[in-house]
């Protein structure tokens, strides 16, 4: 009798132990309850009372409403569930619902088009949304479905200046300069043509690297220039317009495709009219940054743009033939017009 009963308990243990193990491999299982509803996670490494932060907001609640409480979403801000490499990737496999992240996923899934990325290439953000909306466009979405997320919009984030501890107005002032770059290839592979000597170093420990001079210059938004108070130790702003940084809302394909009809087509909604008012927010708030840093003593430089895009005109064709050949200088500059 006591060998049948620890017998058993043994059998029931370790037919728990299995159901347990079956239950916590897919995190997608967990997304939708047997009665239809989905309770999600969404994660962003931008702050919560930044545009983008509070379009989230947003969204989550319009998303909750129209659907009448069948899509919940939990949102974390702030890097709280990690930096947006790693949102990428936990959302491409599953172990995240959705993400807002930047142009991390460039590098991570489609590095042949990083040219949406290059400084100076664009040269507006009509540009930038005819290329992002065109069939240059889709096919990046293609490449990040078949890395297992779907895109359900972008938004336009900022516009990336120059800024440094003297005015920096030729391509003569850059040579040598010490320039402090985020790690994306395209960023140092691209200024390092113009003379650029890179350096990468971590944005929290940025206002001290420029501090003392372990970089001369950095290259931001006006939103990182005021709330890092970099205007302290980099009192001039060159309007370089470089980059139109974008970023893409995402859901994971098994979540998405688990979705109704209905619920799929109220966060696509949703997802249009929200990233919208990120675009109107962060178009207001980057005025409201440039004016703090203004009254803060920075003068703001204008450059000659043309000369710093023409100055890579034959390195950017030669990069479309061999790494970027997805799509041709050509095509993407018609967009320009």
Same mark, same amino acid.
């Given at each position: 009798?006591?060998?049948?009963?620890?017998?058993?308990?043994?059998?029931?243990? *370790?037919?728990?132990?299995?159901?347990?193990?079956?239950?916590?491999?897919?995190?997608?299982?967990?997304?939708?309850?047997?009665?239809?509803?989905?309770?999600?996670?969404?994660?962003?490494?931008?702050?919560?009372?930044?545009?983008?932060? @509070?379009?989230?907001?947003?969204?989550?609640?319009?998303?909750?409403?129209?659907?009448?409480?069948?899509?919940?979403?939990?949102?974390?801000?702030?890097?709280?569930?990690?930096?947006?490499?790693?949102? #990428?990737?936990?959302?491409?496999?599953?172990?995240?619902?959705?993400?807002?992240?930047?142009?991390?996923?460039?590098?991570?899934?489609?590095?042949?088009?990083?040219?949406?990325?290059?400084?100076?290439?664009?040269?507006?953000?009509? +540009?930038?949304? /005819?290329?992002? !909306?065109?069939?240059?466009?889709?096919?990046?979405?293609?490449?990040?479905?078949? !890395?297992?997320? *779907?895109?359900?919009?972008?938004?336009?984030?900022?516009?990336?200046?120059?800024?440094?501890?003297?005015?920096?107005?030729?391509?003569?002032?850059?040579?040598?300069? @010490?320039?402090?770059?985020?790690?994306?290839?395209?960023?140092?592979?691209?200024?390092?043509?113009?003379? $650029?000597?890179?350096?990468? $170093?971590?944005?929290?420990?940025?206002?001290?690297?420029?501090?003392?001079?372990? /970089?001369?210059?950095?290259?931001?938004?006006?939103?990182?220039?005021?709330?890092? @108070?970099?205007?302290?130790?980099?009192?001039?702003?060159?309007?370089?317009?470089?980059?139109?940084?974008?970023?893409?809302?995402?859901?994971?394909?098994?979540?998405?495709?688990?979705?109704?009809?209905?619920?799929?087509?109220?966060?696509?909604?949703?997802?249009?009219?929200?990233?919208?008012? /990120?675009?109107?927010?962060? /178009?207001?708030?980057?005025?409201?940054?440039?004016? +703090?840093?203004?009254?803060?003593?920075?003068?703001?430089?204008?450059?000659?743009?043309?000369?710093?895009?023409?100055?890579?005109?034959?390195?950017?064709?030669?990069?479309?033939?061999?790494?970027?050949?997805?799509?041709? #200088?050509?095509?993407?500059?018609? #967009?320009?017009?």
């Amino acid at each position: 009798m006591r060998f049948k009963k620890l017998a058993l308990a043994v059998c029931m243990m *370790t037919l728990s132990a299995v159901l347990l193990t079956g239950c916590g491999s897919d995190n997608n299982s967990k997304a939708k309850g047997e009665d239809g509803k989905f309770k999600l996670d969404l994660a962003t490494a931008y702050s919560a009372d930044s545009p983008a932060g @509070k379009a989230m907001k947003k969204f989550v609640d319009d998303v909750k409403t129209k659907s009448n409480g069948t899509i919940e979403i939990n949102l974390f801000t702030d890097g709280t569930l990690g930096n947006p490499k790693d949102n #990428y990737s936990s959302v491409a496999s599953g172990d995240l619902d959705m993400t807002m992240a930047g142009l991390e996923g460039l590098d991570l899934y489609a590095p042949e088009y990083t040219f949406l990325d290059a400084p100076f290439l664009m040269k507006s953000l009509k +540009q930038q949304d /005819a290329i992002l !909306n065109s069939g240059i466009g889709d096919k990046l979405k293609a490449i990040y479905k078949k !890395n297992g997320f *779907t895109t359900l919009g972008f938004h336009n984030r900022d516009v990336r200046e120059l800024a440094g501890t003297r005015p920096l107005k030729t391509l003569d002032d850059l040579k040598g300069l @010490k320039l402090r770059l985020p790690g994306m290839r395209v960023y140092v592979d691209t200024w390092s043509q113009l003379g $650029v000597s890179s350096t990468t $170093v971590a944005m929290n420990e940025l206002y001290t690297a420029l501090q003392t001079k372990v /970089a001369e210059a950095c290259e931001g938004g006006y939103e990182q220039m005021a709330t890092l @108070k970099l205007y302290e130790v980099q009192p001039y702003i060159m309007e370089t317009d470089h980059v139109y940084e974008f970023v893409g809302l995402y859901i994971n394909n098994k979540v998405f495709d688990k979705m109704t009809p209905e619920q799929k087509k109220i966060l696509e909604e949703c997802a249009k009219e929200d990233l919208k008012y /990120a675009d109107q927010l962060a /178009a207001e708030s980057r005025e409201q940054y440039k004016e +703090q840093c203004v009254s803060k003593g920075v003068q703001i430089v204008q450059v000659d743009r043309e000369a710093f895009r023409k100055a890579l005109e034959d390195y950017y064709k030669e990069q479309f033939k061999s790494k970027w050949n997805v799509t041709t #200088y050509e095509d993407v500059m018609k #967009y320009a017009n």
